[in-house]
C-alpha cells in the first residue's frame, strides 16, 4: 500500500499550497508594536524624502529659470 502512495503522482497545485502552507508556520511574525514602529519609520522617511525632493524640484527651477533669463 505505501508503494501505491509514492508511486502515485501528487497534484502540483495541492502540493504548493500545503508547502506554501508549512513554510508559513516558520515565519517569524512582528509583534503588533514592531509593525507599528516599523510603519513609523517607514512614513517618517516618506515625508522627509519627499520634502528633500520638493526642495531639489524647487531650486533646480529656479535656477534653470535664472539661468535661461524666464521670469
Keep these: 500500500m505505501a508503494e501505491k502512495e509514492k508511486s502515485r503522482k501528487q497534484n502540483p497545485i495541492q502540493a504548493y499550497f500545503r508547502e506554501t502552507a ?5 515565519v517569524s511574525w ?22 528633500i525632493l520638493g526642495v531639489t524640484d524647487v531650486s533646480a527651477h529656479s535656477l534653470l529659470n535664472l539661468i535661461l533669463g524666464l521670469s
Design 30 to 51: 512582528p509583534s503588533r508594536r514592531e509593525v507599528i514602529q516599523l510603519t513609523t519609520i517607514v512614513l517618517v522617511v516618506m515625508v522627509i524624502m519627499g520634502a
Design 22 to 26: 508549512g513554510e508559513l508556520r516558520k
